[in-house]
């Protein structure tokens, strides 16, 4: 049996396959609304086979972007263009899902291919926060510390867009809490100075992550499938490790979260990370065996190394990113390299499915 075209059940929704879009942030919105863009980039990789396509991270609050040029849902107005690239994923046979997220203190930067420099103020940029007043690098804003009622108010954000992306038609909602953005932030001792009940402890630095998907939860229905993504390593002594993130999945399994997809690092700029193909997949595997759902992440290029990680029960999910951008339509390409016959392809396209 080929498991990575094997469907998944979660919840009410069920997944064609096992691949997963990760998300990717594109840096080409205004004002946080879709564009043809947006649409072609996730519309060609549900066109392509993968079982799960996620947006890019979409901020909850305008100075929760990564970017000025990031998607947001913080607004009504939203929800017109992302529903109608939600429908055409479906249309293709994939779910929809969605990323949800607040930057912190590593908002308010251009894009990568303008050199990632803090936007100011007078530019379009806004004033960081985070939970403490620490910056993440010396070339990165000064982020104001988190009030009580600031972290309350992005709390409640976080529901307001989860009621936002239900009315868009997304199945899947993923919480950001990898890369150093904010709720990695509180997650992590490094970030989180606090003395308050949102720091010191294992539980308070969990508390701001708690509070979002409680509020989440009062929008989105127990039916449909709740994903959180994590850094599951810092990659620092000291900071937050695998065996923390173990203890987490074991909080937030009785909370109604689904799956956790395992990433790392970001948190800080002076981590010292081996990257590797499969070099994150330890994560997946270490935090599965709580009893977790787990997707494995990071340099899965082949077919083969996919199939690999399924059938070691490493993982039950794999999440791609780069090796997508580089080909849409990988999905397709791993059934004919993993012999698997019965991969649907889009009827537009038939002629091509076999070499003649």
């Not at 308010?108 to 690098?137: D, L, R």
Request: glycine share 8%; charged share 25%.
């Amino acid at each position: 049996m080929v498991k990575l075209f094997t469907p998944l059940h979660i919840k009410s929704v069920t997944l064609k396959n096992r691949i997963v879009v990760s998300p990717m942030c594109q840096y080409s919105a205004i004002d946080g609304f879709t564009n043809d863009w947006h649409l072609v980039h996730l519309g060609s990789r549900a066109v392509g086979g993968a079982g799960l396509v996620f947006t890019e991270a979409i901020a909850v609050t305008p100075n929760g972007r990564i970017s000025p040029q990031d998607l947001g849902l913080w607004k009504d107005e939203h929800i017109d263009g992302l529903r109608r690239i939600t429908q055409f994923i479906e249309q293709q046979g994939a779910v929809p899902g969605i990323q949800l997220a607040h930057a912190g203190r590593k908002s308010s930067m251009t894009s990568p291919w303008m050199g990632n420099k803090i936007v100011p103020e007078n530019e379009g940029g806004w004033q960081t926060v985070a939970p403490s007043a620490v910056a993440f690098a010396d070339d990165y804003s000064q982020p104001d510390e988190l009030t009580i009622e600031g972290v309350s108010s992005i709390v409640q954000a976080f529901r307001g867009a989860a009621k936002r992306a239900m009315e868009a038609g997304f199945k899947v909602l993923e919480i950001h809490g990898a890369h150093g953005y904010l709720v990695n932030e509180f997650l992590s001792p490094l970030s989180n100075l606090r003395t308050d009940e949102y720091g010191g402890s294992f539980d308070n630095r969990c508390r701001f992550l708690l509070e979002v998907i409680d509020a989440i939860k009062t929008e989105w229905p127990d039916t449909l499938p709740l994903f959180l993504r994590i850094s599951a390593s810092d990659w620092v002594d000291g900071g937050w490790s695998v065996e923390d993130s173990e203890l987490l999945a074991a909080m937030l399994k009785e909370k109604g979260v689904d799956v956790m997809d395992c990433s790392s690092g970001g948190v800080v700029s002076y981590a010292k990370i081996a990257a590797r193909p499969n070099y994150q997949v330890p994560f997946a595997e270490a935090v599965r065996k709580t009893g977790m759902m787990t997707g494995a992440v990071g340099i899965i290029t082949t077919a083969e190394q996919a199939e690999e990680i399924l059938q070691k029960e490493q993982a039950d999910l794999i999440f791609m990113a780069r090796e997508l951008l580089r080909d849409p339509y990988f999905p397709l390409r791993a059934a004919r390299d993993l012999e698997y016959e019965e991969m649907p392809w889009p009827p537009q396209y038939e002629r091509a499915k076999r070499k003649k």
